[in-house]
């Protein structure tokens, strides 16, 4: 989630010329503070931030090839630079993933669940492109797991399986997605979930490791 360049030829220094030599040796490359406070544009992969992103020409490369820089107009940046969501994440969080990281497949991430509608101008047409699902499409669940069909595997094939497991990702409602959610809002949710998951009983009981502070032992 690059940048392009072009080389440029360097010309060798005459002997015993220093000024010559000091030509020759190619320039610094400038950081994107001292780029700022000099008043040089800041290209794509260079931001270092949310905050400084402003000038919409600036955003991509011609390396980009993300859903984001297809569906971001100036006319939606325009609208939406300066907004939050209702859990106070910025129209610009949402987007500097995809900007920083020329690179991106996609390059959005919203803040909440609110930002979907929001910023439904960009979230709409970068949803429709990637999922074939359109704002006015409607979603049908199903939970009854005999309606499945599993593949038949032959002997030798199922013989190759020695594990399955099936990864799930779900939202709580009040905290904020990835882009603006807090250590603090990180440990409530952790917490919340542990003392649910914790009254699990017979084969669905388990143990809860967290990632931080994990044993060694434990990691193996």
Not at 33 to 51: L, N, V, W
Not at 79 to 104: C, H, L, P
Request: aromatic share 8%.
């Amino acid at each position: 989630m690059g940048a392009c360049g072009s080389k440029k030829d360097t010309v060798a220094p005459v002997q015993g010329s220093t000024a010559a030599a000091a030509a020759a040796q190619p320039a610094a490359a400038a950081t994107p503070a001292a780029a700022a406070s000099s008043g040089a544009k800041i290209i794509g992969g260079d931001y270092e931030s949310a905050d400084q992103l402003d000038d919409f020409s600036t955003f991509f490369t011609d390396a980009s090839k993300s859903s984001l820089k297809r569906n971001l107009t100036a006319e939606i940046w325009n609208e939406y630079r300066d907004q939050v969501d209702e859990a106070g994440v910025t129209f610009k969080t949402m987007i500097f993933s995809g900007i920083k990281n020329q690179d991106s497949g996609i390059g959005l991430y919203a803040g909440s669940h609110n930002s979907y509608t929001k910023f439904n101008k960009l979230f709409d047409k970068v949803i429709e492109e990637y999922h074939g699902h359109a704002p006015n499409a409607t979603h049908t669940s199903c939970m009854d797991a005999t309606t499945l069909t599993n593949a038949d595997f032959s002997e030798e094939d199922s013989a190759m399986v020695n594990s399955t497991r099936i990864r799930v990702g779900r939202n709580c409602k009040g905290y904020p997605l990835g882009p603006g959610v807090s250590k603090a809002q990180r440990d409530e949710i952790m917490n919340k979930v542990v003392e649910a998951c914790s009254k699990f009983e017979g084969d669905l009981a388990g143990k809860f490791y967290p990632l931080d502070g994990m044993s060694a032992a434990d990691q193996e």
